[in-house]
């Protein structure tokens, strides 16, 4: 019984998604080139089936503003056919894989009536029902920069200078303090020395912590007065 | 001496409010057909509300950083004068805040003009300057004689 519904459920989820998955169709969303160069249009595809020999791949373009496509390609029966008389002619190569389940195409020397639509349709026998998917074309004369880059970049630096400036100040304050605590320490030590020699007669050894609470008095003095 | 500290107070803070307006409101130029500012370009063509988002240009943007970046300036120069109020020695000076506040006058002062010059290549000619430009122009005097205050006034007990 367990066995029986094991293998069924099996069956049934191998089954149910072929039946409403279909072929499903990847192109880019929006795809910007500048006046002159080539583009690449990628189209792949998933499906639950192997690839087949007689998959086939077609795209077709749509002007911006109108109403009608044109076929520009096809690949079938291991062979691709490229726009031969339309807006395309001599301009559209195959750089797909079809085994790989890639039916990319480059389009070279853009203009601007090339912007528009292009939509990438695949087959899969016998998985042939999918949606087509679309790429959009933009073709600059010049690529736009976008919003708030250069924003972003101004405010960063002059901010990053800031922070820069205050890190250095700081800095220098922190080892100018400590030359004048060394400087002290050593005149601390020389005078300590003379007077001892001075008066006359061993004298114990100079208390470091006695030096170190003097110098760090006359560190303090010297702050408050700077400020 | 509480008067003199008010007054100080209240005009940084009457600068510092023309500065967020002139940068948030949208009404740098103005035309019949619409408004437009640092951000956005609206206007009503036949039909609706059409607005561009400000991509057309590097100065827009350097505009746009330029203004940020002094209201940055202001309110981080008003929150080192409560600062140095508590904590400057008697006699001492507010170089700190003053310095920041000149920066950010400077700041409003150098995009007001790179809008002024670069304005006909995203506003068609023809139109004229809304308010907000002008209260950038006039936050710009506000925050300098601020700024020099703070650099002449002298901390007393």
């Known amino acids: 019984m367990l066995t029986f519904l094991a293998l069924a459920s099996v069956v049934l989820l191998g089954i149910v998604p072929e039946q409403t998955q279909g072929i499903v169709i990847y192109t880019g969303w929006e795809r910007h080139a500048l006046v002159g160069s080539d583009i690449r249009l990628s189209c792949s595809f998933f499906s639950w089936r192997w690839t087949s020999e007689d998959v086939t791949f077609s795209w077709t373009y749509r002007p911006d503003g109108s109403r009608d496509s044109i076929s520009i390609f096809h690949y079938t029966g291991g062979a691709a056919y490229v726009d031969n008389k339309g807006p395309f002619r001599d301009r559209v190569e195959f750089v797909g894989n079809p085994g790989r389940r890639d039916g990319s195409i480059l389009i070279k020397n853009l203009d601007f009536s090339d912007n528009g639509t292009f939509t990438c349709d695949a087959k899969n026998p016998p998985d042939i029902v999918g949606r087509p998917s679309s790429v959009r074309l933009l073709v600059f004369e010049k690529v736009p920069i976008q919003a708030g880059v250069i924003t972003g970049a101004i405010i960063g630096v002059v901010l990053g200078l800031l922070v820069l400036i205050v890190v250095i100040y700081y800095l220098m304050r922190f080892l100018v303090a400590r030359r004048v605590f060394s400087l002290s320490v050593s005149k601390h030590g020389k005078k300590k020395k003379e007077g001892s020699q001075q008066r006359q007669g061993p004298v114990p050894p100079a208390d470091p912590s006695k030096v170190k609470a003097a110098a760090s008095e006359k560190k303090k003095e010297s702050r408050k007065d700077k400020k | 001496m509480l008067l003199l500290l008010l007054g100080i107070i ?60 002094s209201i940055i300036f202001s309110c981080l120069s008003l929150f080192l004068f409560f600062c140095q109020l508590f904590t400057l020695q008697k006699g001492g000076r507010f170089f700190l805040t003053g310095t920041f506040q000149i920066l950010a006058s400077l700041f409003v002062m150098s995009g007001a003009i790179i809008y002024t010059v670069m304005s006909p290549e995203w506003v068609p000619e023809g139109d004229a300057f809304g308010y907000s430009y002008i209260l950038a122009w006039v936050a710009f005097p506000l925050a300098l004689i601020s700024g020099l205050i703070y650099v002449i006034l002298r901390k007393r007990e």
């Open chain 2, 10 to 69: 209240l005009l940084h803070v009457a600068a510092l409010v023309l500065l967020f307006v002139s940068t948030i409101v949208s009404v740098w130029t103005s035309s019949e057909t619409g408004t437009s500012d640092l951000w956005i370009n609206c206007s009503t063509s036949n039909g609706g509300y059409h607005c561009d988002p400000a991509t057309s240009g590097e100065w827009i943007q350097a505009v746009q950083a330029v203004m940020i970046l």
